[in-house]
């Protein structure tokens, strides 16, 4: 593996702006997601859904469906195959098959206002629209309930009579919504505060939001008479996919392919199924291809969101602002099944800083929503809320600047994380440091306005990954990759391919690959395939660039070791050999008489992937009659290792900032006292807009490469949406004059707050 | 010898509420063996559901790696991400 820091070499194509690869197809609307695949004697399918928050499902009658004209298949949970066992790598943990199955179709309870109990497959939607209202259910409702700290409660609705709190000695007698306990820290945290000369205090709400994909769930499944299945969907990881569905029906892996379509945006939503199983358990009853395409409600009521979360956070620290200690407890939604980032969220909390006291208690509870799942840095915006909102009542407290509070507090390489890594290749430090330089800080805030800071963490991961790069016999060249493009990977891995060619990027495309073309592969999140797929598609080139040299030495009769590679041209340096230099479309034009095609694939797991830190800066006003708060200026700085697409890497700090903004001010789940959802719409539910937002200004440190990658890379779509939640709620605390302590700050929040 | 500590309190499940104490295994593999030997169970969980911070780099489904004579090795949960 080279160096990441790639010292004195000048690169030519990584740090460029090449036009992105996937555009054309996206504007034209030539692109094929997931709801645009179609096949000969395709059927519609359906999802019956529940719509109770809790209850027990006394029967299921299918019969008066399944005589409707044109209705070919009906499923249950009991045509998955009772023993789905196991995990699969998934989003933010592990996802247990058996409540993964559970969730997709309910089995014996349903546990949220949308669960699926039962699907159709018909030769029309409204044949199948009609089949829905024919499917008969008795339920026995059940007490519901909602909010995370009455799911703790002793007399609490307990959603699952198996559930025995994990992580608490002895073990529990009885069964509880807190699925686990989670602890970790380190040093004195009591002495600490005894040491304080100055303490702040709070607790902190944020509501569940959704990832808000543009793209809803969308499959097509068909299974074949020979055994061999076929699924087309939108997903960030065709392989996971595969797994999920050959789990859940019982299946060899080796009898389905799926077949990634373009996807409409993920972050980290897209990394279970829902829809998938369903589709090709229809279509193995029936013998037809199905496709199900979620409607946008549907999204909303069934498909996961992130954690709603309850915080609360004291900090210990001297006068001059040295934090000592600190303590935290976070109770974060899971939905209804186990499974929530809290643990994700202890870990990151407290990230950014060299804390030398700590202690840390999350909880894992369940309640009647849908299961959560993986959403940008999953677990650590919640906790950077509270964090980031405590620092900032600290630097008022002291009367400091709050981004030297921040520079004097900030980990440095070679200080421990609170989970036992030491922090390496870190540019918090720097990346603090620019902003406080940037443009934007240094302009005083504007009559009426308002300024927050705030910084964040993400791990970034490296893991599984496959590549291939094959050489057309034109000397042009194709990367085939294992991962689906969520976020411009597309452009990375061929940018990072044609420079170790030595090749213009014009002359390498990427595709992605089925289950079946290529090696397996992890899924596309924890902002790991840059990294890792990207370390795989070098090393694939790398083992290109050997051949072709091996090649020419051939042709030259001369030795390897004689053959440099520079520019995409072979050289000749034995000074007994007058021979002209051969480019990459000479050897590849006679690559037959040489050896044959010339390609290589690597499968690797990747280690090594540097952690990210970001820090934001937003400034904002609020209109004193409606409390509309307007973000008016916005910079976000981030520690990029090195940016391999600089402008796709701006646009992942643009996307998690505008995120972050949403969850902020507007995003929440609204539940009415039955425990039904009230808002499962766009309408209603407010996303920010492009007319919405400011130009998000950007700035990249690239002051740090990763010398674990071969050119630097560190995984940059998570940390993005970290800071974003207390910049602005800094900033709208100024305003308001008090500490904004629950998100969203909506207008009617603001204004209550704002008249007290 | 190298130090195995852990923040997690499922492995506290497993040790009978030990959370740190060393071992001689010199590689992951070996680790993950030795683990199961002393407390049953932990080897297999440890595989298939931790990561190891190993000297503070983080290591994830990595059976060959090296695990130093002073290593100070430290049970994490996996990370994936979004």
Known sequence: MSDGNQGGVKLKVVGQRPVRPDGVDKVTGRAQFGADFHLPGMLTGRIKRSPHAHARIVSIDTSAAEKLAGVKAIVTSADFDAGAAGEVEAGESHAAMKEVAANCLAHGKVLYQGHAVAAVAATQPEIAAEALDLIEIIYEVLPHVIDVEAAMAPDSPVLHDDMFTKGVTPKPGKASNVAARHVMGRGDVAAAFKAAEVTVEGRYETAAVHQGYIEPHACVASWGADGQSTIWCSSQGQFLVRAMVAKILNMPLSDIKVIPAEIGGGFGGKTTVYLEPVALALSRKCGRPVKIVMSREEVFLASGPTSGAVMDVRLAATKTGKIIGAEMTLKYQAGAFQGSPVNLGCMTAFACYDVEALALVGYDVVSNRPKVAAYRAPGAPMAAFAVESAIDDLALKLGMDPIDLRLLNAVRDGAKTVYGATVRYSALVETLEAIKASPHYRTPVGNGQARGVAAGFWFNVGGESSAAVHVDEDGGVTVVSSNPDIGGSRASMAMMAAETLGLPIERVRCTVADTTSIGYSGSTGGSRVTFATGMAVVEAAQKVVADLKRRAAQTWECDVGHVDWKDGVATCTDPSKDVKPLSMKAIAGKSAKTGGPIAAEISLNAQGAAAGYGVHVCDLEIDAETGRTTVVRYTAAQDVGRAIHPAYVEGQLQGGAAQGIGWALNEEYVYGKSGLLENPSFLDYRMPVASDLPMIDTILIETKPNPRHPYGAKGVGEVPIVPPLAAVGNAVSRIVGKRMRSLPMSPAKVLAEMSK | ?82
Not at chain 2, 6 to 18: E, K, L, P, Q, Y
């Open chain 2, 1 to 82: 010898m190298p130090r195995v500590t852990s923040i997690s309190g499922r492995v506290a499940d497993f040790t009978g509420g030990v959370s740190a104490f060393e071992v001689e295994a010199r590689t992951v593999r070996a680790l993950i063996r030795e683990l199961e030997a002393r407390f049953p169970g932990l080897g297999e969980f440890v595989e298939d559901q931790m990561a190891l911070a190993i000297d503070g780099e983080i290591f994830q489904d990595a059976l060959g790696a090296g695990i130093g004579a002073d290593s100070e090795i430290v049970l994490i949960p996996k990370i994936a991400g979004g």
